[in-house]
């Protein structure tokens, strides 16, 4: 199973990145998909989740109604969109796939089972 997370960069508070995930190696359309971040010096984060029909998704009330995640079960693809970025928005994102649809998982990163590299995203003041 490969997750190859893409789209990661510098821009400038305000301004908008969207983030991809390729998946390869799995039955892409059956995992609930989600990220997580972590920025410098702190622990791994929640950022959102969308299972595998799109019918439940979770955000993280710090990216609420800025970011959006949606996937393409077509292209094996999940991504995140993030406008109004914020300084406090850096970290490395890492896209994750789960086995488990029940959204009381969604936030744990226990509870996925195949992670990406991660994408590097820095947003400066």
């Known amino acids: 199973v490969q997750l190859q997370a893409s789209g990661g960069g510098l821009v400038q508070a305000g301004g908008s990145l969207r983030l991809s995930c390729a998946a390869s190696?799995?039955?892409?359309?059956?995992?609930?998909m989600g990220w997580f971040r972590q920025a410098p010096g702190k622990e791994r984060e929640f950022v959102a989740a969308?299972?595998?029909?799109?019918?439940?998704?979770l955000y993280a009330d710090s990216v609420k109604g800025r970011f959006t995640i949606s996937r393409d079960n077509a292209e094996n693809t999940v991504y995140l969109q993030m406008n109004s970025l914020k300084p406090e928005d850096t970290a490395v994102y890492y896209c994750?796939?789960?086995?488990?649809?029940?959204?009381?998982?969604?936030?744990?990163?226990?509870?996925?089972?195949?992670w990406g590299q991660g994408t590097l995203v820095t947003v400066s003041s």
């Open positions: 969308r299972n595998w029909s799109g019918g439940s998704t």
């Open positions: 994750a796939a789960s086995f488990l649809s029940d959204s009381s998982y969604y936030t744990a990163d226990g509870g996925y089972t195949f």
């Open positions: 190696g799995l039955t892409f359309s059956t995992f609930t």
